[in-house]
């Protein structure tokens, strides 16, 4: 039951601009437990930005468009683009690890 708790109530909102390249990057730098991570490619760049995890990065986004994904962890989040881009990310954070 606590575990329930303890994903159904966020105790942080975070938000940041991440700059994305070629080469694969996390979506944070370390572990951080999560509910849920929001992601906006910006529109000021003609280049897909491309999500998975650490293995590969295959599912494509759109300049202009969001996608949100339910995911225990932000550090499992990888991205990479074509070239130099935008991702707008908003994180529900949560206070202890559920996965």
Request: aromatic share 12%; charged share 10%; glycine share 6%.
């Amino acid at each position: 039951m606590s575990q329930i708790k303890l994903y159904a109530t966020p105790s942080a909102v975070s938000s940041f601009v991440l700059p994305v390249t070629s080469t694969p990057t996390p979506l944070v730098p370390s572990s951080t437990p999560i509910k849920r991570a929001f992601l906006f490619v910006t529109q000021d760049t003609p280049y897909v930005v491309y999500v998975g995890g650490v293995a590969g990065q295959h599912f494509p986004i759109a300049p202009g468009t969001s996608m949100s994904f339910d995911v225990c962890d932000a550090y499992l989040l990888w991205l990479r683009s074509q070239n130099y881009s935008y991702v707008r990310v908003l994180l529900e954070q949560l206070s202890g690890a559920v996965c």
